[in-house]
């Protein structure tokens, strides 16, 4: 794996810019000290202002807590200025603490206070349950696993630098919760620190795939019998570019990211819109199933953006026609967030969060597969309460990929596909990576998880309740208008446990049309 050092940080990746002020107040006391032993002892009284400048500037360089400052010494503190004097302006002139995109500021700094383990409550709250974990597996799996409420979503190595990759899952180790691998593979900096994995098994089957691109079932086993591997998810679209493949140029394609994914270095990497390993709903569960004998009996599941919801529906009706059960469904709401995507796919296409998340659950729920078949949720999850709505409305537990982010470091500079993230998060830049120190951040990480799971079972026990699993629709109101606010259950369907198959449903509504045009062995609408 490549190190980044302190050669890197001074001499590569726009060196100078990163460095001006570093450069400039040693250059000055350089000056000064010349020009004040050449009889011109008046001038080093100008060492009071500069020395103290050029020391900050190499504390920043070399300490260990701060991306920005480690990667732009004394000029990173500009911001922190910019930050005291934010909320002066912005109150006069520009937003309120609830705008912002894609995260306000005060989300932002609901995540910043609890990685960094500042204080984020208010006195005489409720006092929280234990902690409680989910069960994902079914009777058709030998290997369940007990996940936490919050884990880290999908984010591949290539996408995050290798330096983040390991904080994360370094991170999620000491907060024992899963971190997904993203469909990029599994790199050394997942295996590093011994976190628990979910290996995402995207279209492009990287870390499994013979030659052709195809996937290799050999190659996969091996990989899968990882102990730190948990479970397998099947990636059949995401949130931020349902729909859409992907390329990694081959300039972007390095030796470390090639021996990941199983590809040429230096070959332009394809990641197909589709699978090539099934066609249908019923050869998907069939390729769960023979996925999970190969991963010796471990949870299996799917994850996607809902687009059409009679796929969704034929995904159901394949489970009962085959009698094989998914494991979990992950459901990416169409706000989720991604390094770069087309501005049309990711502001216009594939459903929010809410919806995809009640229409998975009706299709569970209706079809008798709630119990059995697990459903978290994906999308902008960044507080207990965020935790709290979805699993009123079905969510058994739920993946964050930004906040954790936010964690590590991040901004939002909204530079991820440039390749010069400030903070070394989603870069390749060896310079760059070096302002994110592993063991600092993964504590950030750990710290950020706990402070929110924790919030959760306040909200839990605030609510009278014994678990998050006793949340329920009529728990979550919306305003409606001024003068009106409805439960939740009084403005979308919650269908009863096997009401689908039951025929109790109308087929005249949504729910009963979208049943109607489901079809086990194509994703097409029939009739």
């Not at 979910?198 to 691109?213: M, N, P």
């Not at 995401?238 to 230096?266: C, F, N, Y």
């Not at 809410?354 to 229409?359: N, Q």
């Amino acid at each position: 794996m490549r190190k980044a050092n302190i050669g890197a940080a001074l001499f590569t990746d726009r060196p100078l810019s990163r460095n001006i002020l570093l450069v400039l107040t040693l250059a000055a006391c350089a000056i000064v000290i010349a020009v004040g032993l050449d009889h011109h002892t008046r001038w080093l009284w100008a060492l009071v202002a500069t020395v103290p400048l050029a020391g900050l500037a190499l504390f920043d360089l070399f300490q260990t807590h701060h991306s920005l400052r480690r990667n732009y010494p004394l000029t990173a503190r500009i911001r922190w200025l910019f930050e005291w004097l934010r909320p002066f302006l912005r109150a006069y002139i520009v937003e309120s603490d609830l705008d912002g995109r894609p995260f306000s500021h005060d989300e932002r700094a609901l995540v910043y206070a609890r990685a960094k383990g500042a204080e984020d409550a208010h006195p005489f709250g409720a006092q929280a349950l234990a902690d409680t974990r989910v069960k994902v597996g079914n009777d058709q799996c030998a290997r369940p696993y007990s996940a936490s409420r919050l884990n880290i979503s999908a984010m591949s190595f290539g996408a995050l630098s290798g330096a983040a990759i390991e904080a994360l899952n370094r991170g999620a180790k000491i907060g024992n919760f899963y971190h997904d691998t993203g469909e990029g593979g599994i790199s050394p900096y997942h295996l590093k620190h011994g976190g628990d994995l979910v290996w995402e098994i995207g279209s492009g089957y990287f870390g499994c795939r013979d030659e052709a691109g195809n996937f290799d079932p050999e190659c996969f086993r091996d990989h899968a019998a990882r102990e730190q591997v948990k479970m397998v998810e099947i990636k059949l679209s995401q949130g931020a570019k349902p729909g859409h493949g992907g390329l990694l140029p081959g300039a972007k394609v390095s030796a470390e990211i090639a021996r990941t994914r199983d590809v040429r270095e230096g070959v332009d990497c394809l990641s197909p819109a589709c699978h090539s390993a099934f066609s249908t709903p019923r050869e998907l569960v069939e390729f769960a199933a023979r996925l999970r004998d190969l991963a010796g009996g471990k949870p299996v599941g799917i994850k996607l953006c809902v687009g059409y919801p009679h796929e969704l529906f034929a995904v159901a009706k394949a489970m009962l026609a085959s009698g094989i059960h998914l494991d979990f469904v992950v459901i990416d709401g169409a706000e989720g967030g991604t390094g770069a995507a087309p501005k049309e796919l990711s502001d216009s296409v594939g459903m929010p969060l809410r919806e995809g998340l009640i229409i998975a659950r009706n299709a569970l729920a209706g079809t008798g597969l709630k119990g059995r078949v697990k459903l978290a949720a994906s999308g902008k999850v960044a507080s207990g309460a965020a935790m709290a709505m979805n699993a009123a409305l079905g969510a058994d537990w739920c993946n964050a990929a930004r906040p954790f982010m936010f964690a590590l470091g991040c901004v939002q500079s909204m530079r991820c596909h440039t390749d010069t993230c400030p903070t070394g998060i989603a870069t390749q830049s060896l310079a760059r990576q070096r302002g994110l120190v592993v063991p600092d951040k993964a504590q950030r990480v750990a710290n950020f998880h706990k402070a929110t799971v924790h919030a959760l079972h306040e909200m839990v026990a605030a609510a009278g309740l014994d678990s998050p699993d006793d949340f329920r629709p009529w728990h979550l109101r919306q305003r409606i208008n001024v003068a009106e606010m409805r439960q939740m259950d009084e403005i979308y369907p919650f269908v009863e446990e096997g009401a689908l198959v039951a025929g109790e449903v109308d087929p005249k509504t949504p729910l009963g049309r979208w049943w109607r045009h489901a079809d086990p062995d194509s994703f097409k609408r029939a009739g």
